[in-house]
C-alpha cells in the first residue's frame, strides 16, 4: 500500500522480546537476541509487522535450542 512499516515485535513462545529498531542508513530493522537466554527445546518466535494504516502481518518461525 505505499505505506512502510511502523513497528516490529518480536515474541518467543508468546513473551516480548527486545524491541528491533530502525536502521535508517541500513533501510531495515535491526533485532537482537541472545538464544542461551532460552531453555534448551522447541521454541515459537512469532515476528509482527505494522504499518502506518495498521496493517499487520504475523510470521511464526519454529526454532529449537
Do not use: F, M
Not at 511502523?6 to 533501510?27: F, H, S
Amino acid at each position: 500500500d505505499g505505506i512502510g512499516v511502523t513497528r516490529v515485535e518480536l515474541l518467543l513462545d508468546d513473551k516480548p522480546l527486545p524491541a528491533p529498531a530502525y536502521q535508517p542508513a541500513l533501510g531495515y530493522w535491526v533485532g537482537y537476541w541472545d538464544a542461551r537466554t532460552a531453555a534448551p527445546g522447541p521454541h515459537r518466535l512469532t515476528i509482527r509487522v505494522a504499518d502506518a494504516a495498521n496493517n499487520t502481518t504475523i510470521q511464526n518461525l519454529s526454532l529449537t535450542r
